[in-house]
């Protein structure tokens, strides 16, 4: 696992001229040693994020029934056959570490730079995140040795015990904030998520824990259990009410420097057609008709989501492992952003909007969700804070700020009295409030954060998500196989995963499911 610099080479670069420079390979840069934090850390928050709003949310999405495939296209992909190898997703694993070790870059510099606490705080944080996507879709993994260039064949750790040392990271990341050095450098224009603000910074982490935590939910590992409830009894109530966003400086003058989102199912490079993944997107039958007030599998008819039409573009949809015949419902102008007064609005507002971390709504489902399992008591009940995070979510699609139009306002107050009586979206209708509560946090998260959806389905069993046409596997996939180039190059300490491996519980699934 080759260490690799990537780096910021200045904040000017928020200009949008080459911003994205960031991504070349700085490993030979003759000055990569003396740079400081600040000229590093904006670049490798933009990485981590273009990677969870691309990679991981593409495949979450698939995973989780929100996408299928569309009219003129074929594929192989593994959502569609279940026929994973070790080719399978490689991304996924090589350029997470590859970003986790950008902020590794970023830490290794504070015994000569301890100034920077503000920094490492935030170095820590999105290295804590980018390993639990590492754990949680792998179980283990290289960790002590992971980010070592003198080591180019590390060993891989337990997740068990790597999922403790995450948790101690974000204690560490806490107290940078709390305790800085003395002599602290101020944030400026490097952070393009909160802009300085550190008590949003603290709300993050906090939530962020609050999600790894819940991943814990239903381990059967003592040591686990032990760490999930210590943790949450000591747990400050202070999460996040916001959506959390990330912008570097995002523009419409070159393909690479536009929002990741528009760029990928947006507008072609010459922004004169819609893209080839645009294109090839469909809307899921699962998500769509859940959406659209039809029955689906744990939930019942109602009336239809008044979201839908910003969800995707039409009332059609197809399954997954069906080629359809015509054009079905595609993902819809709000998630790529190219809404406005003409084109050249429309471009402009799509190349220059946010790109999304965490959406408000997440962090009330999941506080909700604690509550509802008796983690914490929380700033509300669960019922309430379930609610909290429709209205979030609603809040969201009424959001026209990043355009020069104004969209019809959506009421969450009638749909949440409408869809009440709705068993598997209404707080009354359902017996199992958990169901309810991930089951309107992937409507919620539907198109956005696909990969939280997958993980809710595989620890909570919500939705109850069909399987695609012709698939014959019992079950979606508890991990993903690790990927070719770790077989070839780190063979004697990568764990052998075999394919029947990966559908059943056993010692390698990832410990949050054992």
């Known amino acids: 696992?080759?260490?690799?610099?990537?780096?910021?080479?200045?904040?000017?670069?928020?200009?949008?001229?080459?911003?994205?420079?960031?991504?070349?390979?700085?490993?030979?840069?003759?000055?990569?040693?003396?740079?400081?934090?600040?000229?590093?850390?904006?670049?490798?928050?933009?990485?981590?994020?273009?990677?969870?709003?691309?990679?991981?949310?593409?495949?979450?999405?698939?995973?989780?029934?929100?996408?299928?495939?569309?009219?003129?296209?074929?594929?192989?992909?593994?959502?569609?056959?279940?026929d994973y190898t070790s080719s399978s997703n490689q991304g996924l694993f090589n350029t997470t570490y590859l970003y986790a070790d950008n902020f590794q870059d970023i830490l290794d510099k504070q015994a000569d730079k301890p100034q920077y606490?503000?920094?490492?705080?935030?170095?820590?944080?999105?290295?804590?995140?980018?390993?639990?996507?590492i754990v949680t879709l792998y179980g283990d993994a290289p960790y002590s040795e992971a980010f070592n260039s003198e080591n180019k064949r590390p060993k891989y750790d337990d997740d068990a015990t790597i999922i403790p040392q995450l948790f101690l990271e974000l204690d560490e990341a806490r107290d940078l904030i709390a305790n800085p050095d003395i002599n602290v450098v101020d944030l400026g224009a490097e952070d393009i998520v909160f802009h300085g603000d550190l008590a949003k910074w603290e709300q993050f982490i906090n939530t962020i824990e609050?999600?790894?935590?819940?991943?814990?939910?239903?381990?059967?590992?003592?040591?686990?259990?032990?760490?999930?409830?210590?943790?949450?009894?000591?747990?400050?109530?202070?999460?996040?009410?916001?959506?959390?966003?990330?912008?570097?400086?995002?523009?419409?003058?070159?393909?690479?420097?536009?929002?990741?989102?528009?760029?990928?199912?947006?507008?072609?490079?010459?922004?004169?057609?819609?893209?080839?993944?645009?294109?090839?997107?469909?809307?899921?039958?699962?998500?769509?008709?859940?959406?659209?007030?039809?029955?689906?599998?744990?939930?019942a008819a109602g009336s239809a989501d008044p979201r839908r039409s910003r969800i995707f573009n039409g009332t059609t949809f197809t399954n997954q492992g069906t080629t359809p015949t015509v054009d079905v419902s595609r993902v819809a102008t709000f998630f790529h952003g190219r809404i406005g007064s003409s084109t050249d609005n429309k471009n402009k507002a799509a190349s220059e909007r946010d790109a999304y971390i965490m959406l408000a709504a997440e962090s009330y489902f999941l506080q909700a969700e604690a509550v509802q399992r008796g983690y914490m008591t929380g700033s509300g009940t669960a019922q309430s804070l379930f609610n909290q995070g429709i209205q979030a979510s609603f809040d969201f699609y009424n959001d026209y700020s990043f355009t020069d139009v104004v969209g019809a306002t959506l009421n969450a107050t009638s749909y949440i009295a409408a869809v009440d009586s709705r068993?598997?979206?209404?707080?009354?209708?359902?017996?199992?409030?958990?169901?309810?509560?991930?089951?309107?946090?992937?409507?919620?998260?539907?198109?956005?954060?696909?990969?939280?959806?997958?993980?809710?389905?595989?620890?909570?069993?919500?939705?109850?998500?069909?399987?695609?046409?012709?698939?014959?596997?019992?079950n979606r996939p508890n991990r993903m196989i690790y990927p070719s180039t770790e077989y070839s190059t780190n063979s004697s300490n990568v764990p052998n995963v075999t394919l029947d491996e990966i559908f059943t519980v056993n010692s390698k699934t990832p410990v949050y499911l054992q």
């Not at 606490?117 to 996507?133: E, G, R, T």
């Not at 991930?438 to 696909?450: F, P, S, T, V």
């Open 1 to 82: 696992m080759k260490k690799v610099f990537l780096i910021l080479t200045s904040v000017v670069l928020f200009s949008c001229d080459n911003f994205m420079g960031v991504n070349e390979d700085q490993s030979n840069y003759p000055y990569a040693d003396v740079l400081a934090p600040n000229n590093m850390l904006a670049g490798a928050m933009n990485n981590y994020t273009t990677q969870q709003v691309i990679s991981f949310n593409n495949f979450g999405n698939e995973m989780s029934y929100v996408w299928a495939l569309n009219n003129g296209f074929t594929s192989s992909a593994e959502y569609i056959t279940y």
């Open 423 to 474: 068993a598997g979206l209404g707080w009354t209708a359902t017996g199992d409030k958990l169901q309810c509560i991930i089951n309107q946090k992937y409507l919620a998260l539907a198109n956005w954060n696909g990969f939280e959806l997958y993980i809710d389905h595989l620890r909570t069993g919500y939705p109850n998500l069909p399987m695609p046409d012709g698939v014959t596997r019992p």
């Open 117 to 133: 606490s503000y920094h490492y705080a935030i170095a820590k944080l999105f290295k804590v995140m980018s390993m639990d996507q």
């Open 210 to 299: 609050l999600r790894m935590l819940l991943r814990l939910s239903n381990t059967t590992n003592a040591d686990l259990i032990t760490l999930r409830n210590d943790r949450f009894a000591n747990l400050a109530d202070n999460f996040v009410t916001y959506d959390v966003t990330n912008n570097p400086g995002y523009g419409i003058s070159t393909l690479g420097q536009r929002n990741p989102i528009f760029r990928t199912w947006g507008m072609n490079a010459a922004n004169d057609d819609f893209s080839s993944s645009y294109y090839a997107n469909a809307a899921g039958s699962y998500c769509a008709k859940m959406l659209l007030g039809q029955p689906v599998a744990g939930v």
